[in-house]
């Protein structure tokens, strides 16, 4: 399996070589040359595997440069009920990500049984050791540096605590983290790990990385890396939960499903995108956002139009408050019929602060094809999400976080009584306590090793929004 760039201006390269890569050389993103292709046999085969069994044979498509042998010890390490312990009472942790149903034809894939409480730690765990094993082949160190809001941060710091050759700097926001997500970070006592608080707000933290990132000497030297989202093997991570959402909910193979999926940096659902060009039979890829709809507007209408900073809401599913998709491209790629040139025609237009039109004459016959890639869309607003929490407290008996319930609402609306709906859980309730207080006049559950969390001891400094005091933290503390 190789990979190419969706600007179509670099050679093609294995696995290995871009697990560590962020972006392209040429400003794009890494895809399979090819998607590979599942048979009727195989699919009949996967239906009865473990997680773990099925990661291997899902990432096996993907990782044809590493020894099958290491890549199953790999994955058999990391989709453990250990590590996927946190969900609630009577969950079953050896399902790793178990499929709730709420009644015949409706249900939840529980993605949020990791350490930190969302989906991210179902990729970021595995790229943790996939990370790990790099470094160790290649006698390699490496620094990653990051900005965060919340969930990100805290799932790369779970997945990376401990490995050898890496070290994490995370940039936080002083005081704007809930005391849950600060305490989750800052209580880990691991000596790879290093949280910044940052006297600012997240654009402050997102500028820092940016100038450092952009200082080359800087970046060689100290073996900066990232793990954003845009990363390949995070979102080929993610494919392997599609398979198992879609073996819980049928019975056969002859049978297709919908998912629904919260979105934001367009990472999850695209990985809904792989696994239906494998061959997957998805019917509808259901994007739900919340009131930052970008992407809801593209599918609507064909104009995607990022929007600035300042044009971004603050919402009660924080994790989606994102203007500009950085997986978008990934799927807009396959759109055009792989067509670079055209891409490189549509991202300038996008880099330059910009916006695409592709209900335009010279896209249509592009756009036109939407439906046949089975996206559909729609958006849910703070309102919408206290009375799906609450619907589905009453009528369920189920506790869900304000992420899961945008993308329950959109779901809903989108729902064919005749084909079963499974709505991606991507975070667990106790992560935003305060929405559910409002929804539903009650304490969230709490997973009981996260109780008390709040009072552990902290391990954080405290930096003015300056890159160069930044640099010489890391300069005097990288591996
Ligand atoms: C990151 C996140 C999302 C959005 O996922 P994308 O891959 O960015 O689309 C949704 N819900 C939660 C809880 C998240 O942490």
Same mark, same amino acid.
């Given at each position: 399996?190789?990979?190419?760039?969706?600007?179509g201006?670099?050679?093609?390269?294995?696995?290995?070589e871009?697990?560590?890569?962020?972006?392209?050389p040429?400003?794009?993103l890494y895809?399979?040359?090819?998607?590979?292709r599942?048979?009727?046999?195989?699919?009949?085969?996967?239906?009865?595997?473990?997680y773990?069994?099925?990661?291997?044979?899902?990432?096996?498509?993907?990782?044809t440069?590493?020894?099958?042998?290491?890549?199953?010890?790999?994955?058999?390490?990391?989709?453990t009920?250990q590590?996927?312990?946190?969900?609630?009472?009577?969950?079953?942790?050896?399902?790793?990500?178990?499929?709730?149903t709420?009644?015949?034809?409706?249900?939840?894939?529980?993605?949020?049984?990791?350490?930190?409480?969302?989906?991210?730690?179902?990729?970021?765990q595995?790229?943790?050791?996939?990370?790990?094993?790099?470094?160790?082949?290649?006698?390699?160190?490496?620094?990653?540096?990051?900005?965060?809001?919340?969930?990100?941060?805290?799932?790369a710091?779970?997945?990376?605590?401990g490995?050898?050759?890496i070290r994490?700097?995370m940039?936080?926001?002083?005081?704007?983290?809930s005391?849950f997500?600060?305490?989750?970070?800052f209580s880990?006592?691991?000596?790879?790990?290093?949280?910044?608080?940052?006297?600012?707000?997240?654009?402050?933290?997102?500028?820092?990385?940016?100038?450092?990132?952009?200082?080359?000497?800087?970046?060689?030297?100290?073996?900066?890396?990232t793990?954003?989202?845009?990363?390949?093997?995070?979102?080929?991570?993610q494919?392997?939960y599609?398979?198992?959402?879609?073996?819980?909910?049928?019975?056969?193979?002859?049978?297709?499903?919908?998912?629904?999926?919260?979105?934001?940096?367009?990472?999850?659902?695209c990985?809904?995108?792989?696994?239906r060009?494998?061959g997957?039979?998805?019917?509808?890829?259901?994007?739900?956002t919340?009131e930052?709809?970008?992407?809801?507007?593209?599918?609507?209408t064909?104009v995607?139009?990022p929007?600035?900073?300042?044009?971004?809401?603050?919402?009660?599913?924080?994790?989606?408050?994102?203007?500009?998709a950085?997986?978008f491209?990934?799927?807009?790629?396959? $759109?055009v @019929?792989?067509?670079?040139?055209?891409? +490189?025609?549509?991202?300038?237009?996008? /880099? =330059?602060?910009?916006?695409? *039109?592709l209900?335009?004459?010279?896209?249509?016959?592009?756009?036109?094809r939407i439906?046949d890639y089975?996206?559909?869309?729609?958006?849910?607003?703070?309102?919408?999400r206290l009375?799906?929490?609450?619907r589905?407290w009453e009528?369920?008996?189920v506790?869900?976080?304000?992420?899961t319930a945008?993308?329950?609402?959109?779901?809903?609306?989108?729902?064919?009584?005749c084909?079963?709906?499974?709505?991606?859980?991507?975070?667990?309730?106790?992560?935003?306590?305060?929405?559910?207080?409002?929804?539903?006049k009650?304490e969230?559950?709490?997973?009981?090793? $996260?109780? @008390?969390?709040?009072?552990l001891?902290? +391990?954080?400094?405290?930096?003015a929004? /300056? =890159?160069?005091?930044v640099? *010489?933290f890391?300069?005097?503390?990288?591996?």
């Amino acid at each position: 399996m190789k990979y190419v760039s969706t600007r179509g201006n670099s050679t093609s390269r294995n696995f290995t070589e871009i697990l560590l890569a962020g972006l392209a050389p040429d400003g794009g993103l890494y895809l399979p040359e090819a998607y590979p292709r599942v048979t009727q046999a195989e699919l009949s085969e996967w239906r009865g595997l473990s997680y773990p069994a099925l990661a291997f044979k899902v990432l096996g498509k993907f990782i044809t440069d590493m020894p099958a042998g290491d890549l199953k010890q790999l994955i058999d390490r990391t989709y453990t009920a250990q590590v996927y312990c946190n969900g609630r009472p009577g969950g079953d942790a050896a399902e790793i990500a178990p499929l709730r149903t709420l009644e015949p034809g409706l249900h939840l894939l529980e993605l949020s049984n990791g350490p930190t409480l969302a989906f991210k730690d179902m990729a970021m765990q595995l790229l943790g050791n996939l990370f790990e094993y790099a470094l160790d082949q290649g006698h390699a160190e490496l620094n990653i540096l990051g900005a965060t809001s919340g969930d990100t941060g805290s799932s790369a710091e779970y997945a990376m605590r401990g490995k050898h050759g890496i070290r994490v700097f995370m940039l936080s926001p002083q005081g704007k983290m809930s005391r849950f997500q600060t305490a989750q970070m800052f209580s880990l006592q691991d000596a790879n790990i290093f949280n910044i608080a940052v006297q600012g707000v997240f654009d402050n933290c997102q500028d820092i990385v940016k100038a450092v990132s952009n200082d080359h000497a800087f970046k060689d030297r100290y073996k900066i890396g990232t793990v954003n989202s845009i990363n390949w093997a995070r979102v080929a991570a993610q494919v392997v939960y599609y398979f198992k959402g879609y073996f819980a909910a049928t019975q056969s193979n002859d049978e297709q499903v919908d998912f629904s999926v919260p979105s934001g940096n367009f990472g999850n659902i695209c990985a809904g995108h792989i696994a239906r060009m494998m061959g997957l039979p998805i019917r509808r890829l259901i994007l739900a956002t919340n009131e930052n709809d970008v992407l809801d507007e593209f599918f609507r209408t064909g104009v995607y139009q990022p929007r600035a900073t300042a044009q971004t809401f603050q919402t009660s599913s924080p994790s989606m408050d994102i203007s500009k998709a950085s997986n978008f491209e990934r799927f807009i790629f396959d $759109l055009v @019929g792989r067509d670079a040139a055209t891409m +490189r025609g549509l991202w300038g237009q996008v /880099d =330059a602060g910009g916006a695409f *039109d592709l209900s335009q004459t010279q896209y249509a016959s592009h756009f036109a094809r939407i439906a046949d890639y089975g996206f559909v869309s729609g958006t849910s607003c703070h309102a919408d999400r206290l009375a799906t929490i609450r619907r589905i407290w009453e009528q369920y008996g189920v506790m869900i976080d304000t992420h899961t319930a945008d993308g329950l609402k959109v779901g809903l609306e989108h729902r064919e009584q005749c084909v079963p709906l499974v709505c991606l859980e991507t975070a667990l309730p106790v992560k935003f306590e305060e929405t559910i207080r409002e929804a539903l006049k009650r304490e969230p559950e709490r997973p009981a090793g $996260l109780i @008390g969390i709040e009072d552990l001891p902290q +391990r954080f400094e405290v930096m003015a929004a /300056d =890159a160069s005091a930044v640099k *010489d933290f890391i300069a005097a503390h990288a591996a």
